[in-house]
């Protein structure tokens, strides 16, 4: 299983751009690179994956390094509701796996 | 579109009863995943499951827990004779695929008193 290793929190201001490293250096191959995001007592929220390309959605974007060996979320202009824990898992892209092995996850503070 | 659907939301029960946790995935969805978060902790994969088919357990307890997805209706995690230690919040996900994005319900959080 891909271990990842994640900053225990970050801050921001409102309507700045927030960068969120992910280090998944046992990453394989075949493994997506997924982020999810908690609200306090909340599930989890599916934000982004990518495989190997940088991807793009309505949320935020994905930034994968070459090697794979790290990522990192791009949220473009943070606003209030982004406060959260987000977290990076990877998961594999074979058949008859795709469990999340979640990590601490890095606390996000957006301030106003 | 309904989203996952979890319940009970919430749960009391005493020492040495047994809690059933329900869990309806998203319309379409047939993978079924369930993870445990213990207060302050992180969130731990517990098992994952297709119709019918349990694919991979390797994150659940060996004794007193199971789970099952039937061919119809909701999947089911069950824990007997639960314990102070098994007091956590149990999310459910589906996903549409394998290893594609996992939509999670909004968790059961069970208090064993």
């Known amino acids: 299983d891909a271990k990842t290793t994640q900053p225990n929190s970050m801050e921001s201001n409102e309507e700045e751009p927030v960068h969120l490293p992910c280090n998944h250096s046992t990453i394989s191959g075949t493994d997506y690179i997924h982020w999810y995001r908690q609200l306090p007592s909340q599930g989890p929220e599916y934000v982004i994956h990518?495989?190997?390309s940088n991807v793009n959605n309505r949320m935020a974007s994905l930034a994968i390094a070459e090697d794979r060996k790290s990522s990192t979320l791009i949220l473009h202009r943070a606003t209030l509701r982004d406060a959260a824990v987000y977290y990076c898992?990877?998961?594999?892209?074979?058949?008859?796996?795709?469990?999340?092995?979640f990590g601490q996850g890095t606390t996000l503070q957006v301030k106003p | 579109n309904a989203g996952v659907m979890q319940n009970p939301r919430h749960l009391v029960r005493r020492r040495g009863q047994e809690a059933r946790l329900r869990c309806s995935p998203m319309k379409g969805h047939s993978h079924v995943y369930w993870y445990r978060q213990l207060p302050e902790e992180g969130l731990k994969f517990m098992v994952y499951?297709?119709?019918?088919?349990?694919?991979?357990e390797s994150g659940m307890p060996k004794e007193r827990f199971s789970a099952e997805f039937p061919k119809e209706g909701p999947s089911i995690l069950r824990i007997q004779q639960v314990v102070r230690g098994d007091s956590a919040a149990y999310f459910c996900a589906s996903s549409p695929r394998d290893g594609g994005e996992q939509y999670f319900g909004p968790g059961t959080r069970l208090t064993v008193t």
């Open positions: 990518g495989l190997t």
């Open positions: 499951l297709q119709k019918e088919n349990i694919i991979d």
């Open positions: 898992s990877g998961t594999r892209g074979s058949s008859n796996t795709g469990k999340l092995i």
